[in-house]
């Protein structure tokens, strides 16, 4: 079982930065890929990021490619999103999952945090 929490979340103007954490209680968190995902009103849950359980593999879908980057600490049981050059269309709810597998490919998502709010004004 696998407890996760995330903060970082706000307000920020268009071309900000923010750096979102997810923090993990549990047993094993090295042995878990970790990801994030968001999802803004009225649209379905998008896969924004995934890493594999060293840290040594991670995935980020195209429209954040070059603008954010994510990233863990094992020994802190915590996986970072750095946010960079942020748009009014990343505003949403942002997610942090794990999945019981060491690689990101075929990501389960079987644990999720309760969310952290993004909102980007223009």
């Known amino acids: 079982q696998v407890h996760l929490v995330e903060s970082g979340g706000g307000l920020v103007q268009a071309g900000g930065s923010l750096r979102l954490s997810c923090a993990a209680s549990?047993?094993?968190?090295?042995?878990?890929?970790m990801g994030w995902f968001r999802q803004a009103p009225g649209k379905e849950r998008e896969n924004v990021a995934l890493?594999?359980?060293?840290?040594?593999?991670?995935y980020h879908t195209n429209s954040v490619k070059g603008r954010f980057t994510i990233s863990r600490d094992n020994a802190k049981n915590t996986v970072y999103l750095q946010m960079n050059s942020l748009k009014p269309e990343d505003t949403a709810s942002y997610y942090c999952?794990?999945?019981?597998?060491?690689?990101?490919?075929?990501?389960?998502?079987?644990?999720w945090g309760q969310g952290t709010q993004v909102t980007v004004s223009s």
């Open positions: 999952a794990a999945s019981q597998s060491s690689t990101w490919m075929g990501f389960t998502g079987d644990y």
């Open positions: 549990g047993r094993s968190f090295e042995r878990y890929a």
């Open positions: 890493i594999n359980s060293s840290g040594g593999s991670t």
